[in-house]
């Protein structure tokens, strides 16, 4: 089991920044990687960045430049730092893990931070 702790999300004026943190704790084994997704209401939850145990990344375009994505193995946390935020980034977001043991593939999921842009 795996169990995955966001913290971060707040309330935050257009262009201003925040950054996510999630810490992953339990059985990792076999973890291939990390990332964060986000669901607006009414919508359907969509992948935002993700990075792997090879620190290669990748990002939806809609953040490209804008959202960073790192991870501290130490911790065994990963950050989204988000800058230049807009209305539309407004949603809830969620840390998610995956990886494959010999008993198939896994796949685990915060509880959701709520990140609000808005004047």
């Known amino acids: 089991q795996v169990q995955l702790v966001e913290s971060g999300g707040g309330r935050v004026q257009p262009g201003g920044s925040l950054r996510l943190s999630c810490t992953a704790s339990?059985?990792?084994?076999?973890?291939?990687?990390m990332g964060w997704y986000r669901q607006r209401p009414g919508k359907e939850r969509v992948v935002v960045a993700t990075?792997?145990?090879?620190?290669?990344?990748d990002y939806a375009p809609a953040v490209k430049g804008r959202f960073t994505i790192s991870r501290d193995n130490a911790k065994n946390t990963v950050y989204l730092q988000m800058n230049n935020l807009r209305p539309g980034d407004t949603a809830v977001y969620y840390c998610?893990?995956?990886?494959?043991?010999?008993?198939?593939?896994?796949?685990?999921w915060g509880q959701g931070a709520q990140v609000t842009v808005a004047s």
């Open positions: 339990g059985n990792m084994f076999g973890l291939r990687s």
């Open positions: 998610n893990a995956e990886g494959f043991r010999l008993s198939g593939a896994w796949e685990y």
């Open positions: 990075i792997t145990t090879r620190d290669v990344t």
